[in-house]
């Protein structure tokens, strides 16, 4: 059975750095490119940035960009999200999602989903 696993959320003040984990098991995740996505209370599920298989290639949303980092580490069958700088708009729950294709920003295509990470940004 397909399984995602994230972990590392929190509360962290503004300006604060945490490191999502994303471990999957029952399956390799080196043919699939990985995502990571956001839902804030009362808003959309949205795209925050995606690693292709083999990790040559990283998308992220504007407003991530320069604070995020996406990386992969295939002989642990883990995908990482290291937030710097955390804003409040970062709050949300993270999820990371497995697609057998290249990186897109459309959840649709992502057909294995975690359970989702709480990330709280507060003073």
């Known amino acids: 059975q397909l399984q995602l696993v994230e972990s590392g959320g929190g509360l962290v003040q503004p300006g604060g750095s945490l490191r999502l984990s994303c471990v999957a098991s029952?399956?390799?995740?080196?043919?699939?490119?990985i995502g990571w996505f956001r839902q804030a209370p009362g808003k959309e599920r949205e795209g925050v940035s995606c690693?292709?298989?083999?990790?040559?290639?990283?998308n992220y949303v504007d407003s991530v960009k320069g604070r995020f980092t996406i990386s992969r580490d295939n002989a642990k069958n883990t995908v990482y999200l290291q937030m710097n700088n955390l804003k409040p708009e970062d709050r949300a729950v993270y999820y990371c999602?497995?697609?057998?294709?290249?990186?897109?920003?459309?959840?649709?295509?992502?057909?294995?989903w975690g359970q989702g990470t709480q990330v709280t940004v507060s003073s």
């Open positions: 999602a497995a697609a057998r294709g290249g990186c897109t920003w459309l959840a649709g295509d992502f057909g294995s």
């Open positions: 029952g399956f390799t995740l080196d043919y699939y490119a």
């Open positions: 690693i292709s298989s083999r990790g040559g290639r990283t």
